[in-house]
């Protein structure tokens, strides 16, 4: 058990603590690492949140909806955390969710929690952390989870391997815009919500509902999916209309994947995914380590001007990693 004294206040629900948490383990400090490593091997288990993946292209409405949504639960009750994926963070330092004014009042609700993207330089990096997060949310115990991403491709299929449910958020649009979203998200969306189906696009969001709900039905269905799933409907961010059914279509397809058996063989394979990337992401920081990095250019060089063997070098270079 670790006495870390941030594990007793984090299982109490404290957000300063859970928010500390995540703090530590989106730090690279050699301490922190160590530290985090051993808060996360000392969670409680069998606390468990819904985790739902969601995505759409900026302006279709993510933060108004999560606003309106996460506002929804926890006025039921609920307590909802919000992370966020965001790949450009792993480019600029920035976040998608670091202006807190996106969701003001979410923000300032005692049943929510938000926290922006970590700031990572990889990508990958960004996911293994925000999987952390997600399990501190949950130890925190937070009903549920939402994870926001930026529907740029790469970094849906990381989300999905963090999330049970997975929702993609889509604009009101012409067929033609049909092709426009990527077969790949399309396979991963477990619910399409057509957004701003309000006003003058109200009859625009019907008829997309309606070309996605026919996209979807050529699909195959995957094993994990009840009849009727994947499902399209439409809701409007910002009269919350369709918002309630749209929770209750998720509520069910958690449920029957809860009874199939889906759920937790979904859990094992992504803990498992994760465990796979842990491994491989140290080994790629041995490899970055600067005094490996002058190691391999020394070796290589020997290499390159004919002093040594390739394979043999290697297996030299393989030798020295394997005893740091
Ligand atoms: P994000 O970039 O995906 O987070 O999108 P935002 O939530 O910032 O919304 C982009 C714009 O769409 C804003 O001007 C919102 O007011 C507007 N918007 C969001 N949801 C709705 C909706 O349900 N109906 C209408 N009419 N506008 C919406």
Redesign the pocket.
């Known amino acids: 058990m670790s006495d870390d004294p941030l594990l007793v206040p984090l299982c109490d629900g404290d957000r300063r603590a859970l928010a500390r948490a995540i703090t530590l383990v989106e730090s690279t400090r050699p301490e922190h690492r160590d530290r985090a490593a051993a808060l996360l091997d000392a969670l409680p288990t069998g606390r468990e949140a819904l985790r739902i993946g969601l995505s ?13 949504f996460g506002t929804m639960l926890t006025e039921a009750g609920c307590r909802v955390a919000v992370l966020a994926v965001d790949p450009s963070s792993a480019r600029t330092g920035g976040s ?1 969710l670091g202006d807190k004014t ?1 969701m003001e009042r979410l923000s300032r609700d005692p049943g929510a929690f938000i926290r922006p993207s970590p700031a990572a330089r990889h990508l990958g990096g960004v996911a293994r952390r925000t999987r952390e997060a997600v399990t501190l949310c949950e130890a925190a115990g937070f009903d549920v989870v939402l994870i926001e991403t ?1 529907g740029v491709g790469q970094s849906e299929t990381m989300v999905a391997q963090l999330a049970d449910l997975f929702v993609l ?1 889509l604009a009101p649009a012409g067929g033609d815009e049909l092709q426009g979203v990527k077969r790949g998200i399309m396979e991963i969306a477990d619910l399409i919500l057509v ?5 003058d ?1 109200a009859a625009t969001a019907t008829r997309t509902v309606a070309d996605y709900a026919g996209a979807l039905r050529l699909m195959r269905r995957r094993p994990a999916d009840p009849e009727g799933f994947p499902k399209a409907m439409a ?5 919350g209309a369709g918002l309630a059914s749209a929770w209750d279509e998720m509520q069910a397809l958690a449920e029957w994947r809860r009874r199939e058996g889906h759920w937790d063989a979904t859990r094992a394979a992504q803990a498992a995914h994760w465990f796979d990337a842990e491994v491989r992401a140290a080994l790629l920081a041995q490899l970055d380590a600067p005094e490996t990095r002058a190691r391999m250019a020394a070796m290589a060089r020997d290499v390159a001007e004919g002093r040594r063997a390739a394979r043999a070098a290697a297996e030299e270079m393989l030798e020295s990693l394997r005893g740091a």
């Not at 759409?56 to 309106?68: M, Q």
């Not at 809701?235 to 009269?239: E, L, N, Q, R």
């Open positions: 759409g292209t900026p302006g279709v409405g993510k933060s108004t909806f999560i606003e309106a998608i996106r930026v958020l957004n701003k189906a309000d006003g696009l809701v409007s961010a910002v009269t």
